[in-house]
């Protein structure tokens, strides 16, 4: 038993089978939903690997990916070359390394196709201004004044289109009509410029918010506090 234990061990397979689990079943999930972190982690150090996460892992895991990737070719042409295995045996890990070649291929792709979050940053920002034209309008009808809330757009028919309440960066649910904060009530759009729309806590990673002024000013930046 220990020398089955030991022939494992120090067997190239072990270690490309435990590391590919690794990858695809700790890695990507923590790449695709990092607030599984979040519960373990002090606010300040969450912000870290949350930015980390949206800008850094997925580069890291796809290097690690590509450098087992290669191994596993490296190995499948060495198994097939091996001159002291002959027959079946030849054959048999010549086929495994291939299985975890295409396992490797298989835990690169992930990778691929993914909206990255600088280019969710600018979709948010294009929501922000596709509101701000619905405000505009409603503001034309009433005498300068913005509406009392973003459902009255919705309601008068302003705002048809709900997903642009949505920000394109938001992982966690959110119950609310829209996942902008809203500072319009009251107000009339033209006049003094002040905060009309800023993304909700949680939007972006880290500390990231975009924000739109009443005379259609997009800012980005850390949070603006709530007027």
Not at 98 to 126: D, H, M, N, T
Request: proline share 7%; aromatic share 14%; glycine share 6%.
């Amino acid at each position: 038993m220990k020398i089955l234990l030991k022939k494992v061990l120090l067997s190239p397979i072990f270690y490309l089978v435990a590391f590919w689990w690794v990858m695809i079943d700790v890695m990507w999930p923590l790449c695709d939903r990092p607030q599984i972190l979040e519960p373990y982690l002090t606010i300040d150090l969450y912000d870290t690997w949350e930015t980390f996460a949206a800008f850094r892992f997925e580069g890291v895991l796809m290097i690690i990916t590509l450098f087992f990737f290669l191994l596993s070719l490296v190995l499948c042409m060495r198994a097939l070359s091996d001159k002291q295995r002959h027959g079946w045996q030849k054959a048999a890990m010549t086929l495994l390394y291939l299985c975890l070649l295409l396992g490797w291929l298989v835990a690169f792709l992930p990778g691929f196709g993914r909206a990255r979050e600088p280019a969710k940053r600018i979709s948010c920002q294009s929501k922000l201004k596709q509101i701000y034209f619905c405000i505009q309008q409603y503001a034309t009808d009433y005498q300068g004044y913005c509406p009392p809330d973003l459902p009255t757009l919705k309601a008068q028919d302003y705002l048809t289109d709900l997903d642009i309440c949505r920000c394109p960066s938001r992982t966690r649910p959110n119950p609310e009509f829209s996942d902008f904060d809203y500072f319009g009530s009251g107000h009339k759009l033209k006049g003094s410029p002040f905060l009309l729309l800023q993304d909700r806590d949680r939007n972006h990673p880290g500390k990231y918010y975009n924000r739109i002024l009443s005379n259609g000013e997009i800012q980005s930046g850390e949070k603006t506090k709530s007027p």
